[in-house]
């Protein structure tokens, strides 16, 4: 039976099966039941970072509705962030950031260090107080903030066992305009990146590298209509994606709405980003981002061959383990490409020789040619997570061929 393949068809997965438990109870017999286990989120990863040669976990299914206790919402693994973001504004509350795609799973997202942007805003993971697991010996673990196991268990890709439940600081509802802005000169954004990053509460730059200007900025705040020094604003909604529709982005034109239907760049129930696509994006530090621009450049017209667009985002340091933001103010350099594997497997190193020299960590859940070795002095903590998920799963159940390649685990 096929296990099917990624949202976008990047990968189709090798799993034996699918199953779809409805209970914590079910997930712990599954695990120890089979000697090889993933969990399986909302299939948002590019690669194999999710599968196994055994069983896939979905959590799809585990059934309970998300709950409030004070300012902290408990969710199910496997709902999506567009989905608990309807039940809390139902509720007069919200999350502080969410990613440019509502559709992904909330264990899955936070897992993978996924991240919406913001100056002052963390990754969605910093979002966690606590989570619950089944590991790999069957047991039901919960850890929270301030536990010893905490800051490397939270984003922990897969590797410690199944989470089926996690708990989010909530704050009370708020609203939020988005406005894009156009015709910004390259030199203007390498001269004053900092500036234009901090225009509001959070910024996207969207470019495909190519030409004098850089392209758009999609200005989100929470007061008032920001400027942004050499742009001017867009006369109607726009897409990021050349030929996409505007149908498919949450409203613009600094016409205030609820959080959750401005902070992601794309609606619930409608097409994200172009589909049939790969991506790759890079963490730096924040204070050497013009560095690294700068850098890329030169590789403008290669990129631009089998791309759809760049986007440059900011996240918040923090001091969960393998996040691309541990301990550093962060620059994220995203690349959504063309379906074409074999031209963006040629592309990468020699992106990477120029942004890996610079403190770039890759996302976890897109594709990327860097393996162990490269990696492992990127992050403090890297012995530290890689002994953690030898105590959490000393059989070895949730092991794969990417685990092995990326973390050398």
Request: aromatic share 6%.
């Amino acid at each position: 039976m096929s296990a099917g393949s990624t949202w976008a068809g990047s990968h189709e997965y090798a799993a034996t099966d699918v199953v779809h438990p409805s209970s914590v109870e079910e997930v712990a017999a599954l695990v120890t039941a089979q000697p090889r286990v993933r969990a399986l989120g909302t299939r948002h990863s590019f690669t194999d970072l999710a599968d196994t040669p055994g069983v896939l976990i979905a959590l799809d299914r585990l059934g309970d509705e998300p709950s409030l206790v004070g300012s902290r919402v408990r969710v199910p693994a496997g709902m999506r962030y567009g989905d608990l973001a309807v039940w809390l504004q139902e509720r007069g509350r919200g999350l502080a950031n969410l990613a440019s795609l509502p559709h992904i799973s909330v264990a899955g997202a936070v897992a993978t260090g996924t991240h919406g942007s913001g100056v002052g805003n963390g990754s969605l993971a910093t979002a966690v107080a606590a989570l619950e697991l089944v590991d790999g010996r069957g047991a039901t673990v919960r850890l929270e903030r301030g536990d010893a196991d905490f800051d490397g268990a939270v984003v922990g890709l897969g590797a410690l066992g199944i989470v089926t439940h996690l708990e989010l600081d909530t704050e009370p509802t708020f609203e939020v305009s988005q406005t894009v802005h156009e015709g910004l000169a390259w030199p203007a954004l390498l001269d004053g990146l900092d500036e234009v990053l901090s225009a509001a509460y959070s910024v996207s730059v969207f470019t495909r590298w190519t030409g004098s200007e850089v392209g758009q900025v999609w200005v989100k705040s929470r007061s008032g209509d920001p400027a942004v020094a050499g742009a001017r604003p867009a006369p109607e909604q726009r897409h990021m994606i050349p030929g996409m529709s505007v149908d498919l982005t949450t409203p613009q034109l600094g016409v205030p709405g609820p959080w959750h239907e401005r902070l992601p760049h794309f609606r619930l129930g409608f097409l994200p980003s172009s589909g049939e696509e790969l991506q790759t994006e890079y963490l730096l530090p924040r204070a050497r981002g013009a560095e690294a621009l700068a850098a890329l450049r030169p590789l403008a017209e290669d990129i631009a061959a089998v791309l759809h667009v760049t986007e440059l985002r900011t996240i918040a340091a923090d001091r969960l383990w393998l996040s691309g933001a541990y301990e550093q103010d962060s620059l994220a350099i995203h690349f959504t490409w063309h379906r074409t594997p074999s031209a963006v497997a040629d592309l990468l190193p020699r992106l990477e020789e120029r942004l890996l020299p610079l403190g770039a960590r890759p996302h976890w859940g897109k594709v990327f040619s860097a393996q162990a070795a490269d990696l492992a002095p990127l992050y403090p903590r890297w012995d530290d997570f890689r002994a953690l998920a030898d105590r959490y799963d000393p059989d070895r159940r949730f092991r794969n061929d990417w685990l092995a390649g990326s973390l050398a685990i």
